[in-house]
């Protein structure tokens, strides 16, 4: 089911740009092709590592931000660290198969917006996205505030 953003009339919409960090290749394909049947979205890269992100989001500029928690060379919440002092910052979205509380919470302190785990849906991640790049937050904040509280 394609979701489609009202254009506003006489203002051209430009695609939100999004960029997938994962280091298991049919994880990129498969959501870049989600993503990319979009009409409002276009996947600008994918890449698999911390480095990779960076260097990434550098060259690209995108609006969001797809991130893995487990990198084979740090964290996705390192990578988010450093991504978020890019200027503008873009949104980042963490889509994980990792579903512990310490993910959850270093993916928060590092200025993700979002929090997804890999068995969600395909219209679960393309919501994300596009409310990512709204600037809303999308974050479980009851698990946030129970693992805080301990």
């Known amino acids: 089911m394609t979701h489609r953003i009202p254009a506003q009339p006489g203002v051209p919409r430009r ?9 298991h290749q049919i994880v990129c394909e498969t959501v870049g092709e989600i993503l990319g049947d979009q009409a409002d979205i276009e996947v600008v890269g ?6 990779g992100a960076i260097a990434t989001v550098r060259r690209e500029s995108p609006d969001v931000v797809l991130m893995d928690f487990r990198l084979p060379d740090g964290t996705g919440a390192d990578a988010t660290a450093t ?9 980042v979205v ?16 590092s200025g993700a917006c979002g929090y997804l785990v890999k068995s969600a849906g395909s219209g679960k991640i393309v919501d994300a996205v596009r409310r990512a790049a ?17």
């Open 15 to 23: 695609p939100i740009r999004v960029v997938i960090v994962d280091d």
């Open 46 to 51: 994918c890449t698999g590592t911390v480095a």
């Open 83 to 91: 991504i978020r002092r890019h200027r503008p910052p873009p949104a």
């Open 94 to 109: 963490f889509l994980t198969g990792d579903e512990s509380d310490r993910a959850l919470l270093q993916a928060a302190e």
């Open 134 to 150: 709204r600037g809303e937050m999308r974050l479980p904040t009851e698990r946030l505030v129970e693992r805080l509280a301990r």
